[in-house]
């Protein structure tokens, strides 16, 4: 609504205010609260945070020693010793909490896979709290070189952050597969480990292409890439949808956002994925063939509707889907079928668009996407509540007690941590748009090349080839015809010229407006014909 602020500022700098209860004008009448700060980087997060109502950091009041002199009874004594063995810790360039570590073992019969996951639920009882306040976050919020943590950071960073050189406390799956990738039997434990080293997804890709065998990182690393890629073809087979889809990164240096661009897909990514899908399988099998009461990640199957869509969209690209009984089996032989095409990213998109949302659940109904009649998440509770709730799930079942939760608690939990894990996705989308108009305010009147991207009822999305960002070309802007939108048909047709936009069209375009406030770019169609 509109309202009257005390004092002359710019409305653009303007973060929080709020009402005095007074009019002028007729007007309610507010007080500026706060306003933003010179520094862009800073006033972007802080607009996001106010904007989808994020918590705020934690105090540094908490302290090591009283989260250690908590534990005690099993925490302490029943615990498997797995610091003999060579483990390592694989994450992203800045990560400070690292949740999990891997270990790996080769022999005759096959694989023996180690995923040790931080055992938060060590340190935090069910209802203090601080477990009252983590179930309020919900997750942790990462927002550009910021994150909102779900957990203070005397956790998160260093009591449970399996940091190198170090003893940490863990939750461990250890898995038998034959040497086809199979399962043969599994166990869980509390443990500990000594993690040998730190490694960054990109140390460990160098170590492999490096192939030094002196190196006992290269050992673990090449024997890691060797099974997982076992166990990636034989989950395809098995109807997993592996999508190729870049994603986008923000780009910092020094602290100040430089640019954005596509994530790089390296094999130590594809190493610790497929090693933490095989824990969370198998942790969810296992909790669920006991009858012990669980959160379950759940993903619901395409709908028949949605289909029949994507059946229409690639026959007027010419592809012809051949029908098969498994969904994900065809889905999959599309995926392959435009590998290369300059499309590839667009059919993609339509196929992850239309898969329906995944959620937590106390129902164990498996996950479409990847293939799993089960699924969990288990291995990261330092940014996620749910995989702390079937940390302490598995416990019991461990220790044979009762249940840690009743299905009823468990269902008003995952109904919870659905939303905010909801909350943390838009508000990570809202940065990234915000970053984008930064970038493109510096190209105003400049002509790029990009891909359709989406069609709406109000304009045409373009996707730009050269800088990963997303724009509009609003249907106003399209005066040399009257254009019909045909949503379903992902199609803008012009009624008398039969001028056509379709998605995965390549076009030119020229950059009309930028504007971090509204969050929107618009581009204007160049014509060159």
């Given at each position: ?25 007729s ?13 862009p ?6 607009r ?37 063995i ?73 009591l ?40 960054t997804?990109?140390l ?6 490096e ?6 990182s ?12 076992i ?5 395809i ?13 923000l780009v ?70 051949k029908?098969?009984?498994?969904i994900g ?16 990213q ?12 995944a ?15 089960d ?5 990261s ?21 009762k ?10 939990i ?74 379903d048909?992902?199609t ?38």
């Amino acid at each position: 609504p509109n309202v009257i602020c005390r004092g002359q500022v710019n409305s653009k700098s303007i973060l929080k205010i709020e009402l005095t209860g007074k009019t002028i004008a007729s007007l309610p009448e507010c007080e500026i609260v706060s306003t933003a700060s010179e520094d862009p980087d800073k006033f972007d997060f802080e607009r996001v945070v106010l904007r989808h109502r994020l918590p705020d950091m934690y105090e540094n009041t908490y302290r090591e020693e009283d989260f250690i002199s908590q534990l005690g009874g099993r925490e302490i004594s029943d615990r498997k010793d797995f610091t003999g063995i060579y483990t390592v810790t694989i994450d992203g360039e800045t990560a400070k909490d690292f949740d999990d570590a891997v270990s790996l073992e080769k022999n005759s019969d096959g694989y023996i896979l180690y995923v040790h996951i931080a055992d938060v639920s060590a340190y935090i009882s069910k209802n203090s709290p601080l477990d009252r306040e983590a179930l309020n976050r919900g997750n942790s919020y990462y927002l550009g070189n910021r994150v909102i943590p779900m957990l203070p950071e005397v956790l998160s960073n260093n009591l449970c952050s399996l940091v190198p050189h170090k003893e940490r406390l863990t939750l461990t799956a250890v898995m038998n597969y034959d040497s086809a990738g199979r399962i043969k039997k599994s166990y869980f434990t509390r443990g500990k480990i000594y993690s040998d080293r730190r490694l960054t997804y990109n140390l460990a890709d160098k170590i492999l292409d490096e192939n030094s065998t002196s190196d006992e990182s290269y050992s673990l690393l090449s024997e890691l890439y060797e099974f997982t890629k076992i166990l990636k073809e034989r989950r395809i087979e098995n109807g997993r949808i592996d999508l190729n889809l870049s994603d986008n990164v923000l780009v910092y240096e020094d602290n100040r956002f430089t640019g954005i661009k596509p994530a790089k897909r390296l094999k130590s990514h594809s190493i610790i994925e497929e090693c933490m899908l095989s824990a969370n399988e198998v942790v969810s099998k296992a909790i669920k063939d006991s009858g012990t009461a669980s959160l379950y990640r759940i993903h619901e199957d395409m709908s028949a509707e949605n289909i029949l869509k994507i059946k229409k969209f690639l026959n007027s690209l010419g592809i012809h889907v051949k029908k098969q009984k498994d969904i994900g089996k065809t889905l999959q032989d599309i995926i392959s079928s435009v590998k290369s095409r300059e499309y590839e990213q667009v059919v993609n998109f339509i196929i992850l668009k239309s898969m329906m949302q995944a959620y937590y659940d106390v129902e164990p109904i498996g996950h479409f996407g990847l293939g799993f009649d089960d699924y969990t998440h288990f291995t990261s509770p330092i940014r996620r509540y749910p995989d702390l709730i079937v940390h302490r799930c598995l416990k019991t079942m461990i220790d044979k007690d009762k249940p840690a939760y009743s299905k009823e608690e468990l269902a008003i939990i995952g109904e919870k941590t659905s939303k905010t894990e909801r909350f943390a996705q838009k508000a990570e989308r809202d940065l990234y748009k915000i970053k984008s108009c930064r970038i493109m305010e510096n190209h105003i009147g400049e002509l790029f090349e990009g891909i359709i991207s989406s069609i709406a009822s109000f304009g045409i999305y373009v996707t730009l080839e050269k800088i990963p960002v997303e724009g509009m070309i609003p249907l106003k802007l399209l005066t040399d015809d009257f254009y019909l939108v045909k949503e379903d048909d992902y199609t803008v047709i012009g009624r008398r010229h039969g001028r056509r936009f379709i998605l995965g069209d390549k076009i030119m375009i020229k950059v009309i407006r930028s504007d971090y406030v509204s969050m929107q770019i618009d581009f204007e169609y160049i014509n060159l014909l």
